[in-house]
């Protein structure tokens, strides 16, 4: 990209001005973060409650009664609260049967906590490139790739070249879109990869009357102060199957077993409990779910109308067959601006926009170049030309139903 100090061209300030333009059309404000929780008395008074109740740390109703609410709104069976997304990336790779000598085929363009609990479950990234039309993996691409890299031995997927086995397959649901899981699903059964998903910023969002993090193995979703939900720090994992939630309780809480007073661990775990504390505030949060979702639904529609005519960008729509939550709407820089990228970006942001690119891609941090890699010249472009634009779902507030 080309430093901001060194573009001050005419085009560069058109095109700012035109994304400017539409986001202050839409919201009809100033400046605006990226995306910012709604939070009131009610998520005071849960917090308040749970204080007084004597119950802050890693037991109590709250976390139950938030466990619970995840279940009933996503479907899952199980719904284990954990410390944060990163923690439950980590959990459900060690509780699923993870090797030391395992490859999980993950995308390239997504947040480094993606590669980095890979790594944490002692196994190796192994990146895979992205569908232009949906940000999620590209199953038709990785199918020709995995026929020319792999073989079946024993039932497992072997990669030749490297000669360890490609064991899981992690999607990931970027801005809360869900890919073609359909695809990925028949793809992972004929090489008998496990797919354990991201779905970190896809609490809300659907597919086939599912809910994302169902379609493998499990699912994380997280609970930051950017998602639309948040407990202030948090995640949890989602999953239909109950000896797996079993063995994730006992990792997130240092692997101990139950006993009136004795201390014991038979196993190596993790201290990845979710305080009750923010438990409460996510059991205030759930309650405003469908509220917020409808909101962020009408400021993607208003989005989607007032970059229709744009002459330097397109509204990022997402697949038509999902039913998105919206985390953060995107818009697409034009191919022949993408080295004017972060001149753009700089701009907006100097006009109280608090607009972001997408994510580096992993391949190209120090930490992961090491890792094998299909090519990723799909995630190379959009990385290059994606623009997260304002999302909060206040920003909806004065736009008609």
């Not at 809480?253 to 923010?278: E, V």
Request: proline share 3%; glycine share 10%.
């Amino acid at each position: 990209m080309i430093p901001y100090n060194k573009v001050q061209n005419n085009l560069v300030i058109e095109v700012i001005d035109e994304i400017a333009s539409a986001i202050r059309l839409v919201t009809g404000v100033e400046k605006a973060v990226l995306h910012e929780p709604m939070i009131g008395q009610v998520e005071m008074d849960a917090v308040h409650h749970c204080i007084f109740g004597g119950f802050v740390s890693s037991v109590g109703p709250a976390i139950t009664q938030f466990e619970n609410m995840l279940c009933d709104y996503t479907g899952a069976e199980h719904a284990v609260a954990v410390v944060n997304g990163t923690a439950g990336l980590h959990l459900m790779l060690m509780a699923s049967g993870i090797g030391s000598n395992s490859e999980v085929l993950v995308p390239a363009l997504t947040f480094v906590a993606s590669g980095n609990a890979i790594l944490q479950a002692n196994a190796m990234p192994h990146f895979v490139d992205s569908s232009p039309a949906d940000l999620g993996i590209d199953v038709a691409k990785l199918d020709g790739y995995l026929a020319d890299i792999s073989e079946m031995r024993d039932g497992c997927c072997w990669n030749v070249k490297t000669g360890r086995v490609i064991s899981h397959v992690m999607p990931v649901h970027v801005f809360g879109h869900i890919g073609n899981v359909e695809g990925l699903k028949a793809l992972a059964e004929r090489y008998n990869i496990q797919i354990v998903e991201d779905s970190a910023e896809a609490l809300g969002s659907w597919k086939g009357g599912r809910h994302a993090g169902l379609f493998g193995t499990c699912g994380a979703v997280s609970f930051n102060g950017n998602k639309i939900v948040t407990t202030g720090g948090g995640g949890a994992i989602l999953t239909d199957d109950a000896n797996l939630a079993t063995r994730i309780r006992v990792l997130a809480t240092t692997a101990k077993r139950d006993h009136p007073f004795l201390y014991w661990h038979d196993s190596l775990g993790f201290n990845y409990r979710m305080p009750a504390l923010n438990a409460a505030f996510g059991v205030a949060q759930m309650a405003r779910l469908d509220a917020m979702l409808e909101a962020k639904s009408r400021l993607r529609i208003a989005y989607q109308d007032a970059y229709s005519t744009a002459r330097y960008t397109a509204f990022f729509a997402g697949p038509g067959n999902c039913q998105a939550n919206h985390w953060l709407n995107a818009i697409q820089l034009d191919q022949s601006l993408s080295q004017h990228r972060d001149a753009i970006l700089h701009g907006l942001n100097e006009r109280g926009y608090g607009c972001r690119p997408v994510w580096n891609l992993l391949s190209e941090l120090p930490h992961f170049r090491d890792c094998p890699s299909m090519s990723v010249d799909q995630a190379m472009d959009l990385a290059s030309r994606l623009i997260n634009i304002p999302s909060s779902a206040m920003l909806a507030s004065d736009l008609v139903g």
